[in-house]
């Protein structure tokens, strides 16, 4: 499928709009691409990405304020096509494609098929004249140069741009916080790539659950979840999380190499990336099908704790606001925790921003508002006891306030607070095999249980309802109905 830039050059012109309201009217918007590494895939910069849709590693995208654009490309003294695949070339029609007014080369040829991520100043050369243009101008360069991990990328080809374009540090003006403010807000498009990244890791959690038991090593569960990630073409946007008994203490415990042993709790917190979107959710599994008397009273304080917060989220309150406390959820998940007496168990922040990034842009002491995606993740971590719960979903925020009991694929605007992948819909189906037997393990809707039905040598099928979890099978020609709630 062709991609569609046109989505891309809409969000710059309303970066220019913003920038002109602020009384800018010269100068321009200098964009970086990331750079190729040999031991991960690559992954296109955000903020680049949000702005222009283009993958291609290397790339420089100079916005002016006039409405002028101009697309870097880096150029190879090997051709790049027979080493990786190339989706822009040097031409009118990559222009025209990329809807920016023209298209021409970084610099000279760099050795090999790749832009090394060390500056090489000539690999830069038509960029640092342009630039160097704009500074003899007196007019402002804007760039992504908050101090921020998430722009690593811009300020490190900041800085080495400015080793090369004398006086261009004095003329460097930081406009992250509008592209913070504009993230922040999705649009269809977006909610589409979230929900699709939503579905494959609720496909994630159906296969740990189906896998996870006493004797299955940690490693085990994190295979199958990666194996269904990338069998729906998904991708991992964080190291997953697959932790057992004393483990699930530990809040990004990424080892994932202990056996899981009877009688522990199992919690996985994982999120798959679609289209550069990323998706987080966390489930708490007992181990053997049953939650212990305490495990089950945990866990349910940490179920309620999620569902009393998102019932309270809505436009106007905040995810963390020490000054407006009784509007912030997570002193309202506080609060919660501490009338129950277990709020020193409770060590993390009740939810973050969701979207390029797993902790997206954004900031928390801000008023909630239409567009703004994100999680509820309360957590109980008992170390004495091995005792470690967490419930985490992704939600919206839409017109009408807080509505958690919606379905798994409900990214609709008639609700307020749309909760794009809720525990109350879970997609658990499929067979573990064992021995040459089949077992069929159906979970409640709210977890609070786990009952595994039977041991059989097939199942012929099996599926869920929305509302309530319905599971039928037909076992050695035998039927049998479970409806749980």
Not at 99 to 110: E, F, K, M, N, R
Not at 335 to 347: M, R
Not at 407 to 426: P, Y
Not at 459 to 478: H, L, M, P, Y
Request: with cysteine.
């Amino acid at each position: 499928m062709t991609q569609d830039y046109s989505m891309y050059k809409t969000r710059r012109d309303a970066l220019r709009k913003k920038l002109h309201e602020q009384g800018q009217k010269d100068g321009a918007v200098v964009l970086f691409a990331d750079t190729e590494g040999e031991r991960h895939a690559f992954r296109q910069e955000s903020s680049f990405f949000y702005l222009t849709g283009i993958t291609e590693p290397g790339a420089v995208l100079v916005s002016y304020l006039d409405g002028t654009e101009v697309l870097y490309l880096p150029t190879f003294q090997t051709p790049r096509s027979q080493w990786l695949t190339s989706t822009l070339l040097l031409s009118d029609e990559t222009a025209q494609r990329v809807c920016v007014s023209h298209v021409t080369a970084l610099g000279q040829p760099s050795r090999g098929y790749s832009l090394s991520p060390f500056f090489r100043p000539e690999a830069y050369e038509a960029l640092a004249n342009d630039i160097q243009e704009i500074v003899h101008a007196h007019q402002p360069v804007f760039m992504l140069c908050a101090q921020n991990p998430t722009y690593i990328t811009q300020l490190a080809r900041a800085m080495q741009l400015a080793s090369v374009v004398p006086g261009l540090t004095k003329w460097i003006v930081d406009f992250s916080s509008i592209v913070h403010d504009m993230r922040r807000t999705k649009d269809e498009h977006e909610l589409e790539q979230l929900q699709n990244a939503i579905d494959i890791t609720i496909e994630g959690q159906g296969a740990a659950a189906l896998v996870l038991r006493p004797g299955v090593n940690e490693s085990e569960v994190h295979a199958t979840i990666e194996y269904a990630f990338t069998g729906s073409g998904g991708r991992i946007a964080f190291p997953s999380i697959v932790a057992a008994g004393q483990n699930t203490c530990v809040l990004h415990y990424t080892d994932r190499n202990q056996e899981i042993k009877d009688g522990d709790l199992v919690v996985v917190d994982i999120g798959a990336e679609w289209g550069g979107y990323a998706a987080d959710i966390t489930r708490t599994y007992p181990a053997n099908g049953t939650y212990t008397p305490r495990q089950r009273e945990i866990y349910e304080l940490v179920l309620a704790c999620q569902k009393h917060v998102a019932d309270l989220a809505k436009v106007g309150m905040y995810l963390r606001n020490d000054k407006e406390p009784e509007k912030s959820l997570h002193h309202i998940a506080v609060k919660f925790f501490e009338e129950a007496g277990v709020a020193q168990y409770f060590v993390h922040g009740v939810g973050h921003y969701l979207g390029l990034e797993v902790h997206d842009v954004g900031e928390v002491t801000q008023p909630l508002r239409i567009g703004d995606v994100f999680t509820i993740e309360p957590g109980l971590y008992l170390n004495d006891e091995g005792i470690g719960v967490r419930i985490e979903d992704d939600y919206v925020i839409t017109e009408r306030g807080c509505n958690s009991a919606i379905t798994t694929s409900t990214t609709s605007t008639t609700s307020t607070t749309s909760n794009i992948a809720h525990h109350d819909i879970v997609k658990v189906t499929g067979c573990v095999f064992n021995n040459n037997s089949c077992c069929l393990t159906a979970f409640s809707a709210n977890f609070t249980s786990c009952t595994r039905i039977c041991d059989t040598t097939w199942i012929i099928v099996a599926f869920f309802t929305i509302g309530t979890i319905t599971a039928k099978a037909s076992i050695n020609g035998e039927k049998f109905n479970i409806t749980e709630r």
